[in-house]
């Protein structure tokens, strides 16, 4: 990718000519100006102008008879101009040398007029004007505040070249913003759009070819993610800070796989992959060339951050606002939440040097590329997306509805991966709780009312259940199922499910009681980054309950079953038919003999 070039966030609307000297002929007249910066921005800002070289404007928009701006320290100006004469491309007449020496009282103020006039390179623009941004030269000039009106600031300005600095304080809704600083030449009413050039972050889950803010999954399904965020324009920056932070939920177990891409904007087919920093101490980054390094804190949650290094020199070989693409993948753990409205939420943020008027220091060598405590540094919102799982939970009674034990069911579904089992739990007295007991040592969520006091052993006293330990269980076999026996109070949940079709089969039929049915539902669910909606094809499940649950009751009931045609009953009906048969027949012939006989 060619690299091309930057410019200002903050451009004059023309840099004109000073021309120190007054032309013969040309009349010079003392104006003012109004000197206007629209700015979009909801956030108020803090745009000063100071007057670095005012003047009278000739006809011809030169000025003439150039004074220094009240307060200005024009010794310091010029030896910051001298000091910075390679970077800044300029040179001074050699009058200001005296043997070899640079003497900045040779130095005239026309002499500075005609450096200022002679820079019009956008990024040495943008480099002077950061050397003129500085006490030591601004001396005790106050400047001129603009004054905000809707989307507009505004002041009345001399002819001359003014500094417009923006000094917003860059906290609470001013904390993704950049500040600015630019020179201007005056001579005319001046207005100049703020074009603040903010980095952005947006983090995705990947589905194939979509990008989506949510999705679904069950525990043991990898979750791929896509943070995109573009290359910055760091104009007038001595150093810039580029770091991604991205914040994983207890139910979501990073696989330390990231990898970085920068894609052209304008060609899509040319892809530059970023070297990962390999070293653990980051000592030697200069050295090894490499573009970032990964840090990850915590475990379940786990904290990852993306460090760009050097980011100056490079994303100088990229051009500004080709894509950043950040690419990794997390699995959904056994610790994965059901809750419709908690689900299993990555947030990820930029954070970004926004304040081109200042050296950015940095920490010590073993992380050069972090921010000091002292370096401003903006940031972006946090984007999170959302991966959502859930569960069914199966009350087994028989045919008076008391709990059943002894029951094994087994669920089969192709989007199974990982289940987490829980069969049995423990109810304690809680008034917060929302299980109430019956007189039969259950428990039950319904509440007592006029006519059935009599099952429930206090009307007054309210529970609360605890669940066992969860206990994983990876699917197995065609198609994937997985096997679970209910505890005595006749519970067992299927936790960590996928959307998806699933059939439930008791396999294993209490002594003395009749299988039940096979109960086949399908379970689907619409998802934002905040909230799932899910519901269940089969009525047999009701809604979803306190526990983030679909609950389903299965009766067993006592009893033998029919035999079904063709199998040993029909064997044994022909049997005993034919017996009777034979034995009628024995029957008739005998007592023929015996009438035969008496006759």
Known sequence: MKKTKRYLALMTAGFLAITPMAATGLTAVAESHTLTITDTETAEHTYTAYPIIVGTKNSDNSLTNPSWGTGINSTNLINALESNKTALGISFPSSAYVESVFTPTNVSINDVAEILAGITDADKIEKLAKILNTSSVLGTNTGSPLTKSGNNYTATVDDGWYLVVDSSALTGENKVDARSANLLQI????????????????????????????????????????????????????????????????????????????VDKDDTNNVTTLTKDADTDYTNYATDKAHYYVTTSGSNPTNIKIVFEDVLNNFGAYDVGDDIVIAYTATLNTNASIVPTEGNPNSAKLKYSNDPNTSYDGTPATTPDEPDVDDVMGETPWD???????????????????????????????????????????????????????????????????????????????????????????????????????????????????????????????????????????????????????SNSNNKFGAIDAESMFPVEIVNRKGSILPTTGGIGTKLFYLFGGLLVAGSVVFLVTKRRMNTREN
């Open 187 to 262: 001579v005319g009413n001046v207005t100049v759009n703020a074009k603040h050039s903010l980095p952005t972050l947006e983090k995705k889950i990947v589905e194939g070819n979509s990008r989506v803010d949510a999705n679904t999954a069950a525990i043991g399904d990898t979750v791929s993610y896509e943070i995109k965020t573009k290359v910055p324009d760091m104009t007038g920056y001595n150093r810039y800070f580029f770091i991604v932070e991205d914040n994983l939920s207890q139910g979501l177990t990073y696989n330390g796989d990231i990898s970085v891409k920068v």
């Open 384 to 534: 999170k997306v959302n991966t959502y799982t859930t569960a069914i939970k199966i009350k087994k009674v028989d045919q008076d509805g008391q709990p059943l034990k002894g029951a094994t069911f087994t669920l089969k579904g192709v989007n199974l991966n990982k289940v987490n089992k829980v069969s049995g739990s423990t109810f304690t007295q809680d008034d917060s709780g929302s299980y109430w007991k019956l007189k039969n040592g259950s428990y039950t969520t319904t509440t007592p009312t006029a006519g059935n006091e009599d099952k429930y052993e206090s009307t007054t006293v309210k529970y609360k259940k605890t669940l066992a330990p969860a206990s994983p269980q990876t699917a197995t076999g065609s198609p994937l199922s997985v096997s679970a026996t209910v505890d005595d109070d006749g519970y067992l949940t299927f936790s960590g499910l996928n959307a998806g079709t699933y059939t439930l089969e008791e396999t294993g039929v209490p002594s003395g009681y009749n299988k039940a049915e096979d109960i086949t539902f399908t379970l689907a669910a619409e998802v934002n980054e905040n909230a799932a909606t899910w």
